[in-house]
């Protein structure tokens, strides 16, 4: 028997006298057992306990006791044997051990509670990092700490381990994972609407069509759609609202799917557009076409309406009544996420269905499968909708925002801002213009480029399915990439400041931009740098335009959005409104629709896409520029508005003035650390 056992079994008053090999494995088994046993944690509790079996292990000799010091009471050894056990039950202080035992397991079910919590509370903790109002860590970090080195901003980096949450884990996860999953379904519908809308319209009728379609089609459809939507509102019960407003769009794409794609050669009317191009100006091609082919036109401008339907009105409705303000904070970041990843799975389905089970079959075969998927997604996003009702995972009324009539202030009449008050705040504000020029500036790059490299990818892939693909591997380098900015953005905008945040996007879409048009433009001129042939040229410009299409997707809302928004912070409350208002109003508009009609002027006077190349990237390197200057401007002023506080900051403190009362413009993420 090895020592340190048999010491161990002279300690704890087991029988030294071991005939067989087996009882000395039992006797090593009872003690080893006992460490985990409920009463003997109690015994190792009292004093002396853990000495006397540390001596017994490290060798002490014949098995006597450690004597005591003087002045200290004799430790009683504790006897595990059947006659202890029995004196123990017997004694009236002692625990019964089926209660001990009950105690332990108790204890440790609470321990395994406690690890479980923590888990689903470190995702949600993360998540809230990436919220840019983190008043609490404006609280423990003090506002001073975003100015570091004088750049504007540097906002705080926040810690999961600041981060509050506002109800449990459990509970923000049952909300979270329904909203999630009707984020991620409608993302990976929307994905697919997309390369579909694309395929279909710009290989039948060019993406001279698009500009047209833009401006003469998806804005008439969108009109009319709300109006239907408005009307549902105000007949409808709230939550049969989501159910009915998807109804309609879902029948037409099954509707085309069925009937109207198989008899579109029927349908359509053939032969107008050489009809008229003996009449029409060429560059007027593209709406004849858009008449020509009418099917495929209504597929597109209900494919455009999902986004802004199901995700922009009916989705972001139900997540603000779902999540109160404080959830909101938590919750939105990993929906943000979960959309990420419903683009890259639906890229890599697409290229799944037209390599699989639609190889060979044609763009009919890929149609049918494409939109039998869209509706199964839609059928998972109504089963979500309907756990969220049924559960009633709706946000507290107390916590919930005040709506018009219900308690909350009344809007009046002078409060809506028409175009004649933007354009008047637009003039009276260099920072407002500024800010407008950044929106501008990118609405019109994107579309630009967007309307460009479109018709370069025809040339390049004329078969639809084969553009779907091409599309699919944007699709999933863009959800990759805007996880990847999502993660980073927030180091970039510490480190670097605001104004390398800011200027990141037209920098790069500047760089990637040129190369597209100039790679593209050299191949239809038949040039040869380098000894490069005109189709790898057009190869390579196309490449250069995935990279621009990608960085401009997925710097939106990473570093575009968020630069924009942190502008705010500093105006004053009827600053911030009138700008906000403004930006919204003129900025969007013009950034959609300038572009539209920018690329109709120039196939009026070029006759087609491809022949205004040249021109198109002289446009579109001259708005980038604008966005630049328009940047360095905003990130100067908010510099020397910065310093000019600090100053009068000083000024007041110096004068035993309240710091900052004077100063008559606050931060509202820093409201609270200053009360």
Request: charged share 20%; proline share 6%; glycine share 10%.
């Amino acid at each position: 028997m090895p020592p340190a056992v048999l010491q161990m079994t002279n300690k704890f008053s087991i029988p030294r006298k071991v005939p067989h090999k087996s009882n000395c494995v039992g006797a090593a088994f009872r003690v080893a057992r006992s460490y985990s046993n409920p009463l003997f944690r109690r015994l190792r509790a009292r004093p002396g306990f853990v000495s006397c079996a540390k001596n017994g292990l490290n060798g002490s000799q014949g098995g006597k006791d450690e004597q005591p010091k003087e002045g200290s009471e004799k430790v009683q050894k504790p006897r595990l044997d059947s006659a202890s056990n029995s004196d123990a039950e017997n004694r009236p202080d002692a625990a019964p051990e089926p209660e001990a035992r009950a105690d332990g397991s108790q204890e440790q079910a609470n321990k395994v509670a406690q690890k479980s919590r923590d888990l689903l509370s470190l995702p949600l903790r993360l998540a809230a990092t990436f919220a840019k109002g983190d008043a609490a860590f404006l609280q423990i970090r003090k506002r001073k700490r975003w100015w570091k080195r004088g750049k504007f901003p540097r906002i705080p980096g926040d810690r999961a381990e600041d981060v509050e949450l506002p109800t449990g884990a459990v509970e923000l996860w049952r909300k979270m994972l329904p909203l999630g999953l009707i984020f991620f379904c409608a993302s990976f519908n929307l994905t697919i609407l997309q390369n579909l809308r694309d395929s279909i319209v710009v290989t039948a009728a060019g993406a001279e069509v698009l500009p047209f379609l833009s401006a003469y089609a998806v804005l008439p459809a969108s009109i009319t759609f709300f109006a239907f939507y408005a009307r549902l509102t105000s007949s409808q019960p709230p939550r049969r609202v989501f159910y009915l407003a998807i109804l309609p769009l879902l029948a037409v794409y099954v509707a085309f799917a069925a009937v109207l794609f198989p008899a579109a050669p029927q349908l359509h009317f053939t032969g107008l557009g050489e009809a008229a191009a003996a009449v029409v100006p060429p560059g007027l091609l593209g709406a004849v076409k858009l008449v020509e082919n009418w099917t495929y036109s209504l597929f597109f401008c209900t494919a455009e309406l999902w986004g802004t339907v199901v995700i922009s009105v009916l989705f972001w409705s139900l997540a603000n009544d779902v999540c109160s303000v404080a959830e909101a904070k938590t919750v939105y970041p990993l929906m943000g996420m979960s959309a990420n990843v419903a683009l890259v799975a639906a890229g890599n389905y697409i290229k799944w269905v037209n390599a699989g089970p639609a190889a060979g079959a044609g763009l009919g075969a890929s149609l049918n499968l494409l939109v039998a998927t869209v509706v199964a997604g839609s059928g998972l996003m109504c089963l979500a909708k309907r756990f969220i009702d049924v559960r009633g995972y709706y946000a507290d009324p107390a916590e919930a925002k005040p709506k018009p009539g219900k308690g909350g202030p009344k809007k009046s009449k002078g409060d809506g801002k028409s175009l004649g008050d933007s354009l008047r705040v637009l003039r009276g504000s260099a920072k407002i213009r500024n800010l407008a020029l950044l929106v501008i500036g990118y609405g019109v790059c994107h579309r630009l480029f967007e309307f460009s490299w479109k018709g370069q990818l025809r040339v390049l892939y004329p078969s639809a399915q084969e553009y779907q693909s091409i599309l699919s591997d944007v699709s999933i380098a863009t959800g990759i990439g805007t996880t990847v900015l999502m993660l980073c953005g927030r180091v970039i905008f510490q480190r670097l400041g605001w104004g390398a945040a800011a200027s990141a996007t037209p920098i790069v879409m500047f760089a990637s931009g040129v190369a597209f048009f100039g790679l593209s433009t050299a191949a239809q001129l038949g040039l040869a740098p380098l000894g490069m042939s005109a189709a790898a040229l057009a190869t390579a410009g196309a490449m250069a335009g995935a990279v621009t299409q990608v960085f401009a997707r997925s710097s939106k809302f990473s570093l575009f959005d968020p630069a924009k928004e942190m502008v705010y912070i500093e105006m004053t409350k009827e600053e911030k409104s009138k700008g906000k208002a403004a930006v919204d109003l003129i900025g969007s508009q013009i950034g959609k629709s300038g572009a539209s009609w920018i690329t109709q002027a120039l196939l009026l006077t070029l006759g087609s896409i491809s022949a205004a190349l040249p021109v198109t990237s002289a446009v579109y390197a001259g708005v980038l520029v604008l966005w630049l200057r328009a940047v360095q401007e905003l990130n100067g002023d908010l510099a020397r508005f910065e310093e000019e506080k600090q100053r009068r900051k000083e000024a007041e403190q110096a004068g035993g003035g309240a710091p900052g009362s004077g100063s008559g413009v606050t931060a509202p993420a820093v409201t609270n650390s200053s009360n």
